[in-house]
């Protein structure tokens, strides 16, 4: 069957939700998206992407203000923040099809977790790990910096020997938007990988108001940068991950090579935003002590980020 005839719809559009429904919208599948604030400017000037690695897009898009409008959807691709998972639930349950695949494209450790006792015995849920810089430049605009692949492992769902299946068909609708997509065979696993990265990057750009080629630039921030990275290797292995020998390292080198870019929990802040605190830092925090194994630096940045967290939401 051609992936094409699959209807896509995105809970959250967006940087992440919209960059991807976007890309798939282009590859001509049936791609409806979900907005809040949004919507009156995309359903009248329709969605643009700013791409630098794509160039420009500017396409005119099925958008609902309301999940009870959409039609039922094949997939689902959530683009939310972890911070709004406890409002989330009825809206993906009004907009799955039977047998839906519910993608979370969020960060953090415990987020499929908060949502599956809260889905149909029928729907399919699947982690996505993004590997992207990208952020909303202005309502409807999205801008691309670089990369773009979603990494897709399985969760849970009626029956997990299709698990692997279920995983492959996903894989494929993203490769054949033109985006890079592999499975995960260990989606707990793949979830510490990409806190190595999110940990020391998303935290920083709050607490020290700095970009990554400024992290990556000073002596001291990139000490800071390589024992989070430690830390959260260490924790992982705590918890029976073992992480790819110079994975951290790996990623310091990568990061060191990207444009410069603000974070999202940086732009959460800058708007005022709830942090994504939780599942970013208190979970695997928690999970690691129940371990123990204890993380200082990653407990530090956590209670500073809790600080300027409240503060901020508290003006």
């Known amino acids: 069957m051609d992936p094409r005839n699959k209807r896509i719809g995105i809970i959250g559009s967006g940087a992440i939700g919209g960059f991807y429904g976007l890309m798939l919208a282009r590859a001509g599948f049936d791609v409806h998206f979900l ?64 047998g839906a695949r519910v993608v979370l494209l969020q960060n953090g450790l415990g987020v499929e977790e908060q949502l599956r006792g809260a889905l149909r015995d029928d729907m399919h849920l699947l982690g996505g790990l993004c590997f992207i810089c990208v952020n909303r430049e202005a309502p409807g605009v ?12 399985y969760h849970s769902g009626p029956s997990d020997d299709r698990g692997a299946a279920i995983v492959a068909e996903g894989a494929e609708l993203f490769r054949a938007a033109g985006v890079d997509s592999q499975p995960m065979d260990n989606l707990a696993q793949a979830r510490w990988q990409k806190l190595v990265w999110n940990v020391p990057y998303n935290g920083l750009s709050v607490l020290l108001q700095a970009s990554t080629t400024p992290l990556m630039t000073d002596p001291d921030s990139r000490a800071l940068v390589r024992g989070l990275m430690a830390e959260v290797v260490e924790g992982a292995r705590a918890c029976g991950h073992i992480l790819p020998e ?51 630096k990653m407990e530090a940045l956590y209670q500073a980020l809790a600080f300027i967290d409240r503060r901020n939401c508290a003006s």
């Open 35 to 98: 907005l809040r604030s949004e919507y009156g400017v995309v359903h009248e000037h329709g969605l643009t992407l700013r791409s630098a690695v794509h160039g420009e897009l500017q396409m005119d898009v099925q958008a609902y203000a309301s999940a009870s409008d959409m039609p039922p959807c094949d997939w689902l691709l959530i683009g939310t923040k972890a911070t709004s998972n406890a409002e989330l639930a009825p809206l993906i349950v009004q907009a799955a099809a039977p």
């Open 142 to 153: 999205i801008r691309h910096q670089a990369l773009g692949a979603v990494n897709l492992g």
């Open 246 to 296: 110079g994975y951290a390292e790996h990623l310091f080198r990568v990061t060191e090579q990207m444009p410069d870019y603000w974070p999202s929990m940086y732009h959460d802040h800058a708007q005022q935003r709830p942090l994504e605190l939780q599942v970013i830092y208190g979970e695997p925090l928690a999970r690691a002590r129940e371990a123990g194994c204890h993380l200082p």
